[in-house]
């Protein structure tokens, strides 16, 4: 008898090997035949080792023509009907709106939609913004929706702004984001100071309010403090919303910023700062960059946006300051940097939160009981 199949869509195979590698080998403990369609660059052996297929489909994430949305709808149903799997799990947004399209014309009632951030539609306000969730609610509770369809969200603020109930755990579940392997990204001792060292790491977007970020650091060493901040990541030529690399240059010839581009080591990041900042206007899910730092034993300095303040609390395991603000974030800098050893102890809560519901293992094991659940459901459609 063929084993149980899961089939996994993403825009990108980075994005879902930096995230997403956890729900893979998750599905292969159950016995599962794994399948991931993407689009490649570099990352293939990294999802291969999981014991999961990589199928590559090349489309531009910016792209919105309807022609090509419609040619990437027909694309997805090809490959999803060849594939026949018995669960189908759509990670963010157009994805979801597009594979899950596919997935219902093929067939395929067992599907998950993975939203990890609501983005423009979560961090935006205004008549444009309440268009875009009116449509994405009609897309997302109507045309896609269906019997055995389950919403997976990474903080409790998203499911509510779609208009579901969170307590709903026929339909919605929620999981401790991405989660981190803590194991693996250990505390370490924090570094000699003076300056306060801050680090910034993160997609190199308007959204993540690096500008924010970069400005504080100003307005704090105007009013004394003695903070530095470096921020890691690279432009994302395929985002609209990418920060410049001239403006990056810019940055980084000001007093105290740095821009060191992309890491890999992301535990060497953390045990050279001190403290974690991420002051973004929102959309997030539940950012994994907050919960690295917070397994490494850092605080985090974050913005009261879903996401970032369903796992900082404030005072405890960090600071959450009002969005847009970057006076109030130079205000909690200087806190910080004048106060040795509030990051330490606001670190050791980090970790303790972050083991509390947050680790890789345990979104593991939220995401088989969500799988186990589908497959258990007899299955009404077949595919085409």
Not at 22 to 28: E, G, I, L, S, V
Not at 142 to 147: E, K, L, N, S
Not at 170 to 176: L, M, N
């Amino acid at each position: 008898m063929p084993r149980p199949k899961l089939l996994f869509v993403a825009t990108e195979d980075w994005f879902f090997a930096s995230h997403f590698l956890p729900m893979a080998r998750a599905a292969r403990e159950l016995g599962l035949d794994v399948a991931v369609i993407a689009r490649e660059r570099s990352h293939r052996r990294v999802i291969e080792a999981t014991g999961a297929r990589l199928i590559a489909l090349e489309a531009e994430r910016r792209s919105l023509d309807p022609r090509a949305l419609f040619r990437q709808v027909a694309t997805l149903r090809r490959l999803i009907a060849a594939e026949q799997p018995d669960i189908l799990h759509c990670i963010a947004l157009k994805p979801i709106a597009l594979a899950g399209l596919a997935g219902k014309l093929a067939g395929v009632d067992r599907r998950v939609y993975a939203l990890t951030g609501l983005g423009f539609l979560g961090a935006r306000q205004g008549m444009l913004a309440a268009a875009a969730r009116f449509a994405a609610i009609s897309w997302l509770r109507g045309a896609i929706d269906g019997r055995h369809v389950r919403f997976l969200f990474e903080n409790p603020d998203d499911p509510v702004t779609l208009g579901f109930d969170p307590q709903d755990a026929g339909k919605v579940a929620i999981v401790g984001g991405a989660g981190v392997d803590p194991l693996i990204l250990m505390p370490a001792p924090m570094p000699p100071a003076p300056p306060l060292k801050v680090a910034l790491v993160a997609r190199l977007l308007w959204s993540k309010g690096v500008d924010l970020a970069v400005e504080a650091v100003r307005l704090a060493r105007a009013n004394g403090a003695q903070v530095a901040l470096t921020i890691h990541g690279a432009p994302d030529p395929s985002n609209p919303k990418a920060i410049p690399e001239a403006t990056l240059k810019e940055w980084t010839a000001r007093p105290g910023i740095t821009w060191a581009g992309p890491t890999r080591d992301i535990e060497a990041v953390w045990k050279a700062h001190h403290l974690c900042i991420l002051p973004s206007r929102g959309g997030e899910g539940l950012p994994r960059t907050i919960l690295e730092a917070a397994s490494c034993g850092r605080p985090i300095l974050t913005t009261d946006v879903p996401g970032c303040r369903s796992f900082v609390r404030e005072g405890q395991d960090g600071m959450v300051v009002p969005v847009d603000d970057p006076a109030a974030l130079a205000k909690a800098l200087v806190v910080f940097a004048r106060a040795p050893g509030l990051a330490e102890r606001m670190g050791a809560n980090a970790r303790a939160r972050l083991l509390d519901g947050h680790t890789e293992r345990d979104v593991m094991n939220a995401v088989k009981a969500l799988y186990q659940g589908l497959l258990a459901a007899p299955a009404t459609e077949k595919v085409a």
